[in-house]
């Protein structure tokens, strides 16, 4: 049977990082354990009215591919279903917070065809290496991605609050927004117009995986 995760209270923030290599060393000496290295292909679910999106909710289809660095471990390629809806939160929060539930599935490349069947249609695409990372109490993902490089810090206030400080950033430097605002963000500053996050090099094979 596939793997199935329950639905959970997602609180993250996201830093932008400015040096990768830096970064990493300071994980490193704070103890985090790499949890290997993945090229994501995510695309993102929604009927053909917006509905998911104007309830402020989120479906997404993940695939993951091995994509080591030397000294880090990676896993077998897999598939992800995402669901995630808004949570109550305090307002004026730092954090951002989701109620998530996930489904690990077999065969990723079928899953298109599934929610089209369901009457669902792709929309937004994007892509990013991430290498996972665990200190106590806490999810770290560092994302390489075509707008630049973040870091994703996941657990309780507290615990993002302390990583974050010990990693040299303060509160000033969270971002709550997703990767689609971060994208559309840089495509204004460029005068483009947004479309798929993707890394040039890779935009054909996309099309194949998601078509």
């Known amino acids: 049977m596939p ?16 040096d990768l290599p830096a ?5 490193r000496r704070l103890g985090a354990t790499s949890l ?22 989120l479906l997404r289809l ?10 880090v471990r990676s896993g077998s390629r897999r598939g992800v279903i995402t669901a995630k809806a808004p949570v109550r939160s305090p307002s004026g929060s730092r954090y951002k917070e989701k109620l998530e539930r996930e ?36 999810h770290l993902d560092l994302d390489e991605t075509p707008v630049g490089d ?21 509160p000033r430097d969270y971002i709550r927004g997703t990767y689609w605002d971060l994208y559309a963000a840089d495509c204004r500053r460029r ?4 479309e798929n996050m993707l890394f ?6 996309k099309r194949a995986l998601f078509a």
Do not use: H
């Open 3 to 18: 793997a199935r995760r329950v639905a959970t209270r997602e609180t993250e923030i996201k830093l932008r990082i400015a």
């Open 23 to 27: 970064l990493r060393r300071t994980l």
């Open 36 to 57: 290997g290295r993945v090229l994501e292909r995510n695309a993102l679910y929604d009927t053909p009215g917006g509905d998911l999106c104007r309830r402020g909710r």
């Open 62 to 71: 993940r695939i993951e591919t091995p994509a080591g660095l030397p000294g």
């Open 103 to 138: 489904r690990e599935v077999r065969i990723p490349e079928r899953w298109p065809s599934v929610l089209r069947a369901l009457g669902m249609q792709p929309g937004f695409r994007y892509e990013k290496y991430r290498t996972a990372y665990r200190l106590p109490g806490l």
């Open 150 to 170: 973040f870091l994703e810090i996941e657990g309780a206030p507290r615990g993002i609050d302390r990583a974050a400080r010990a990693l040299g950033f303060s």
């Open 191 to 194: 005068g483009r117009f947004p």
């Open 200 to 205: 040039e090099a890779q935009k054909s094979a």
